[in-house]
């Protein structure tokens, strides 16, 4: 089996799921997750999750997101993107009217914290049910607003009716949403034309593959140059290697081990009074240099706990 994490580009056209289920028929194996949901449209950086590397999907969910939007004014449709029946159009004298000023001040207004309402056609589930199933049946429901945060927002190019939008945003943001609300707070509607995912945490545009090359790369055996090991993603925290059989052990079963067992100093000068470890994570490594885990600092007992175990991932 497989593990670790592969940078694909989706493609318009395909759900993440059918890219997950175009990866089990080329990489012949079933543990794959993704890391999260692209609308069928939208294209670009979906990070899939492969063997012990599942384990991954909710920490690279959790990550800060980058996109690159195309913002169409004076259009409102259903789904709050051209793929979806339009609402509303706005009169050709209020877009005549616009502003370049005008429309980077409403645009760059939404930077911040962010009370957004999750649109009709997503997935969201409400009573069990999710909301897309319920628009397709002609139903809306009162949406409670979600908090999300836009961290960095910059107008690109202005062409009216269209804007290209560069968006930093929190996980759980919905650009079509975005885009929907700056036209409202315009007073000409808008919705969202094109979508591209730069970036997800540390994985970009740049470094991703079509399936195509995936599927190339495995028949040359040469796939494993492109797969990112688990132990990659956390290479921000400090690495302990155990140099002990009995600690060899107690890592293995997936237990919490002392903190005498850590040198002094691995943690870097920041982290060196037991007051300042709580929380604080560690990449560990067995005496075969092995990825066991992510463990954190439990000042309280003095002792490493595991956060994340990855089985199987050597």
């Not at 993107?81 to 980077?104: S, Y």
């Not at 007073?187 to 190339?216: A, I, N, P, Y």
């Amino acid at each position: 089996m497989i593990h670790g994490i592969l940078n694909i580009y989706k493609e318009p056209g395909y759900t993440s799921h059918d890219v997950v289920a175009r990866l089990r028929g080329i990489l012949k194996q079933k543990k794959i997750g993704h890391t999260g949901t692209l609308d069928p449209a939208a294209e670009g950086v979906l990070p899939v999750c492969l063997g012990s590397g599942t384990r991954l999907c909710d920490i690279l969910t959790d990550k800060r997101k980058t996109y690159r939007a195309v913002l169409l004014l004076g259009t409102e449709t259903d789904t709050q993107d051209t793929t979806g029946t339009i609402l509303h159009t706005c009169g050709p004298q209020r877009l005549a009217e616009l502003g370049e000023e005008e429309v980077r001040r409403a645009a760059e207004s939404f930077i911040g914290p962010y009370a957004q309402i999750p649109p009709m056609y997503s997935a969201l589930k409400v009573n069990g049910k999710r909301l897309y199933e319920l628009a397709r049946e002609g139903k809306e429901i009162e949406r409670r607003p979600r908090p999300v945060e836009i961290y960095r927002l910059t107008v690109d190019s202005i062409r009216l009716p269209r804007a290209e939008l560069t968006v930093e945003c929190s996980k759980g943001t919905y650009i079509r949403t975005l885009c929907h609300d700056i036209g409202s707070r315009l007073g000409c509607g808008g919705c969202m034309e094109k979508l591209v995912r730069t970036q997800t945490g540390r994985f970009c545009l740049e470094d991703s593959l079509l399936l195509s090359e995936v599927e190339r790369l495995a028949a040359d055996g040469r796939l494993d140059e492109r797969i990112v090991p688990v132990d990659e993603v956390f290479a921000s925290y400090p690495a302990f290697y155990s140099d002990q059989e009995r600690l060899d052990k107690l890592l293995q079963n997936g237990n919490a081990f002392p903190a005498s067992s850590v040198p002094e100093g691995l943690l870097g000068p920041g982290e060196q009074q037991k007051e300042s470890r709580d929380g604080v994570w560690m990449r560990v490594y067995d005496s075969r240099r092995r990825f066991i885990g992510i463990y954190e600092y439990e000042g309280g007992r003095e002792r490493w706990k595991p956060k994340k175990i990855f089985p199987g991932g050597d």
